[in-house]
């Protein structure tokens, strides 16, 4: 008998330890509710199980957040749909001797990251090129963006046919600086500010031009600097004569309907290109790039519209989106929106595999290489999204016992500094990854 006692309270013992060590979706509510340091503003948090199809935990899942990069998710997805294994690097007719092109917003072109296989068939087509603009609608910035950002890397502008990423790559090379696409006085012109002798060095550009000004004083060898410089017509027709042996100019000629196409990148290099850095450059123009494969108007709200209507009108809360890179405030999506896209993501991208490879992975790679660190796999794949006062996280979770999660994690309006939030971020969902 005392043994039959003492083998029951040892199973009774056993189970409570175990229950224990796991945590349960109250006690995640809890970690996010009494958060010291994400109690002094606006916390969204939605945590859903796709395989059992039920939401584990939630907090303001249904408000609306400012996305920043998250953004870049809902561009991902567009990408998935509408676009093929490559993207469209130009769109073209023949007539006789020669080769009229139109730009797909192709954000490979003459970039230094990419092949430029495109390049090389206009050069050797042996027809006389022309280039036909003005089929992009939009502006050079997209709705909602600050022009106090303008020589800030991460908001170069958008045209029809970017090239070198829109961006100058400066640095030192024996002692002075050198700029690729080169600094030239006729086209990329750098000056020397002589008043300027103390304090940091940074080149800035003349806002409505590409006037150039660096300080009196010597760069660190180690110096780097990517600055947008001004698209234009004019600028686009010197850089293609500079390219192209063949090129003769820009003509104004509409496109016809029916045209033929040049395939460039393939789809998934560009957005992970896109996804890993957070490049914001990259996820405008593949919104565009991605009207004009459908050939409709190059236009970033026709392309949202034609989403939001055909493949997000199931959303719970309708999104207020407004470019592809999330530089604009006037973006507003919910924690369970954000969740209810990665589903989404997760059943159109056809394997874990190639998702996951696309996404950043904690500890390992793009925006979360310092967060998430393991010394196993990575159990983290996800989007980040920062603006100032506002810091999210949205993607995959994997738990030690296999599971696969969906969160998304919004922060905005805090006064902290962001490191402390994300690494609240950081441990609350690694405990979820331990213990769930």
């Not at 030192?172 to 700029?179: A, F, S």
Request: proline share 5%.
């Amino acid at each position: 008998m005392k043994f039959r006692i003492y083998t029951l309270l040892l199973s009774v013992i056993i189970i409570q330890s175990s229950c224990s060590s796991v945590i349960r979706p109250r006690k995640i509510q809890k970690l996010i509710e009494r958060s010291e340091v994400l109690s002094g503003h606006f916390t969204g948090f939605a945590l859903y199980d796709p395989a059992d199809k039920k939401m584990i935990a939630e907090q303001f899942s249904d408000k609306y957040f400012t996305p920043a990069s998250n953004t870049k998710l809902f561009t991902f997805y567009t990408g998935l749909k509408l676009l093929k294994d490559s993207i469209p690097a130009l769109k073209y007719i023949e007539k006789g001797d020669s080769l009229i092109f139109w730009g797909t917003a192709d954000p490979t072109f003459l970039h230094p990251d990419f092949k430029q296989t495109v390049l090389s068939k206009l050069a050797q087509s042996g027809k006389k090129l022309f280039w036909a603009n003005g089929n992009y609608t939009g502006d050079f910035y997209g709705t909602g963006w600050s022009y106090d950002d303008y020589n800030e890397y991460y908001q170069p502008e958008i045209s029809a046919l970017p090239v070198y990423g829109n961006i100058i790559r400066s640095s030192v090379i024996n002692g002075k600086i050198t700029g690729s696409p080169a600094f030239t006085d006729s086209t990329f012109v750098l000056t020397t500010d002589s008043s300027k002798q103390t304090g940091r060095f940074r080149i800035k550009r003349q806002i409505l031009n590409n006037i150039f000004t660096q300080p009196a004083i010597q760069p660190a060898a180690s110096f780097t600097q990517e600055i947008p410089f001004k698209t234009s017509d004019n600028l686009l027709n010197k850089i293609l004569k500079s390219n192209l042996p063949n090129y003769v100019g820009m003509i104004t000629y509409t496109k016809p309907e029916i045209t033929k196409t040049f395939y460039n990148t393939p789809k998934d290099s560009v957005i992970k290109h896109m996804l890993l850095p957070s490049d914001n450059f990259i996820a405008e123009h593949l919104l565009l790039n991605s009207a004009a494969e459908n050939n409709w108007e190059m236009n970033t709200d026709t392309v949202i519209k034609f989403m939001v209507k055909n493949y997000l009108s199931d959303l719970p809360d309708k999104p207020q989106w407004v470019d592809g890179s999330g530089l604009s405030r006037q973006n507003l999506f919910s924690p369970r929106d954000m969740v209810h896209l990665c589903q989404k993501l997760y059943e159109t991208a056809g394997s874990e595999e190639r998702l996951f490879n696309l996404l950043p992975q904690g500890g390992k790679s793009g925006t979360l290489k310092s967060y998430f660190k393991s010394e196993t796999a990575p159990f983290v794949f996800a989007k980040t999204g920062t603006l100032s006062n506002n810091v999210n996280l949205t993607g995959y979770l994997k738990t030690e016992n296999g599971k696969t999660l969906i969160f998304s994690f919004m922060n905005n309006n805090y006064v902290r500094p962001t490191t402390e939030i994300r690494k609240e971020m950081e441990r609350i969902l690694t405990i979820i990854h331990h213990k769930y």
